[in-house]
């Protein structure tokens, strides 16, 4: 049982993680590792969420736990590879994606998180070394902590352990400065708050010569480093390409004579291939599958090729064979190892398929998966509009009003069989089938009533008045559900308003006196005086002026009060606070 429940947890947890809602996503996730700390995906789900959330401590642990549970699951190391990188790691980060793909030498993610690793730190030998005359060595020396805990701006980012940790590295050697600020633009705005600080301390005491001199100094330096900057970036792609065709020549030189031929064939594939991406460009779609499809005989394992396939037949609204064509490239890529990308991408198209084809069901669960598999806007804004417009479908095709009497008739016989709870289920459901059947809001008030759900009981009322205002069995269900909980005053006004609409109604009539009988056996109920003060409109009337008056001249000059009670608003309001137990009449 523990066991589904934990699977149950981690389901929920991926849909909030598919909707952005991370939070949600963890506590889920932390619910399943609870009911099974066995499975190891709980722990990568749950790293991927915190990374998310740029809480890169927790999400380094996850990913570690991940790799203990099952060293084999490269998700784990590539979990675990994102986390240091965001911890500004980077070499740890690259040993973590070197060490997946000891496991999996072919996995494009690894290999993708180890190139962003290299692209930021290059050759460790490349970085350069700050020396004595380099303008931040003064910058980031022991003077910056104080300055930086002066500053209101950068004094917060103090209080995060990683970021220190890239600042101490920086106080060694400064010129990481450069190779740190690109993953991290906090750098940026403490080098601005720390070059500030410098001129508001010297600049006064300078003369105009001596600064000119520095600002043509500064901006000497800076197109200094722009062009230091710019030639490490060569020297960066430059080694880059080098590595890139030193292991095509190695790996080509290791090729058996049938892996060069499929190399070879492969090579020709891509050739194909874009000469059909030229065809589907012009919408010459039948040129565009024919050359696919000859593409994908020299390259039967391309899961890019099927997903150009499903895309035409996509475009020639055959939605079926795209659909199919969508679930081949997965199977493809499941089988023989594809791009998560590519995976997402057919995921995706399948949910256009099926959303065309109106299979809202099968569009949103395909839409979910892509999802899971790459973290897109504009795949989860698409889900959004297809359950929306698969709720409205539902709710329409639910509505049959023949039904919603069948299930108010039950209702009804479940009510005076005494079995109220029964009844609710009968009165909502007949709701459902029809929401504009407005006497079973009647109805189930009355069943509220009898399970002393008072407040549901007059929102029922309310609701079914809104539809029909002259229902005079919905204003009498209303006034005893007021009667009982001694809002006499509220309930007077509605019986006044169903005895105007049926005058000789004998419920209505003996309704009314029992709650005028009541107004004057339960004068002096502190209670009642103290929940009518709560009432909007008896706070209303207590403030008027005019009232306030009448009131002081009822007990201190009777006379004047009688003749201002013959003025019909006045004595109105003062018979609704007699009504509401605010106001005593004396015997």
Same mark, same amino acid.
């Given at each position: ?33 609870? %009911? ?82 290299? $692209? ?211 199977? $493809? ?80 016989? %479940? ?21 504009? $059947? ?19 009981? %007059? ?129």
């Amino acid at each position: 049982m523990s066991r589904e429940q934990a699977v149950a947890a981690k389901n929920r947890g991926n849909e909030a993680f598919t909707k952005g809602d991370f939070e949600t996503a963890i506590k889920e996730f932390s619910d399943a590792i609870k %009911l099974d700390p066995t499975d190891h995906v709980f722990y990568s789900n749950r790293s991927g969420a915190y990374c998310s959330l740029q809480i890169y401590e927790l999400a380094l642990e996850d990913a570690e736990k991940c790799i203990s549970v099952k060293p084999e699951f490269i998700k784990g190391y590539s979990r675990k590879g994102a986390a240091l990188f965001g911890l500004g790691r980077i070499d740890d980060a690259k040993d973590a994606y070197l060490a997946g793909l000891k496991h999996d030498p072919a996995n494009q993610a690894l290999k993708e998180g180890l190139m962003e690793c290299e $692209n930021v730190f290059g050759n460790p030998s490349d970085i350069p070394q700050a020396g004595p005359n380099n303008p931040l060595s003064k910058l980031f020396g022991p003077e910056m902590w104080g300055r930086l805990m002066m500053n209101p701006q950068t004094k917060p980012y103090l209080d995060d352990p990683a970021f220190v940790a890239k600042l101490k590295q920086i106080e060694k050697n400064p010129a990481l400065f450069e190779t740190y600020s690109r993953v991290d633009n906090r750098l940026l705005q403490c080098i601005g708050a720390l070059l500030n600080l410098t001129t508001d301390f010297n600049q006064a005491n300078k003369t105009p010569e001596q600064r000119e001199a520095e600002d043509a100094k500064r901006q000497a330096d800076a197109h200094k480093a722009e062009e230091r900057k710019k030639q490490q970036e060569e020297a960066i792609i430059a080694a880059q390409k080098a590595k890139e065709e030193e292991a095509r020549k190695r790996k080509e030189a290791e090729l058996t004579p049938e892996q060069r031929e499929a190399e070879e064939k492969k090579r020709q594939a891509a050739a194909v291939k874009e000469k059909g991406n030229d065809a589907y460009k012009k919408k010459d779609f039948e040129q565009a599958i024919k050359l696919y499809s000859e593409a994908l005989e020299l390259d039967p394992h391309s899961t890019v090729l099927r997903n150009n396939i499903a895309a035409v037949h996509f475009e020639t609204k055959d939605y079926d064979q795209c659909v199919q064509k969508c679930k081949e490239a997965i199977e $493809n890529a499941q089988t023989h190892g594809g791009d998560y990308r590519d995976i997402a991408k057919a995921w995706n198209r399948m949910g256009n398929a099926y959303n065309s084809l109106k299979q809202y069901d099968d569009a949103i669960k395909a839409y979910h998966k892509s999802l899971l598999e790459n973290n897109d806007d504009k795949v989860r804004q698409q889900l959004k509009k297809v359950e929306q417009i698969k709720k409205k479908n539902d709710e329409e095709a639910y509505l049959d009003s023949a039904k919603s009497e069948e299930h108010k008739t039950q209702g009804n016989e %479940l009510f005076n069989a005494g079995k109220y709870i029964d009844a609710l289920e009968q009165y909502s459901e007949a709701l459902r089938r029809d929401p504009s $059947n407005y006497k079973v809001y009647s109805n189930r008030a009355a069943c509220y009533s009898k399970l002393m759900d008072w407040q549901r009981a %007059l929102e029922d009322c309310d609701k079914c008045l809104s539809f029909d205002s002259k229902f005079v069995k919905a204003y009498i269900r209303k006034a005893k559900v007021q009667h009982f909980l001694k809002q006499y005053h509220k309930a007077l006004e509605v019986w006044d308003a169903a005895k105007e609409l049926d005058p000789t109604n004998q419920e209505v009539i003996e309704g009314r006196v029992q709650t005028l009988m009541a107004i004057q056996t339960n004068q002096g109920d502190p209670e009642r005086a103290r929940q009518s003060m709560q009432d909007p409109e008896i706070q209303g009337i207590m403030r008027d002026p005019t009232i306030q008056k009448v009131l002081s001249e009822m007990s201190s000059n009777p006379e004047t009060a009688g003749a201002a009670l013959k003025d019909p608003d006045i004595r109105k309001k003062i018979e609704r606070l007699i009504a509401a137990g605010v106001v005593q009449v004396g015997h």
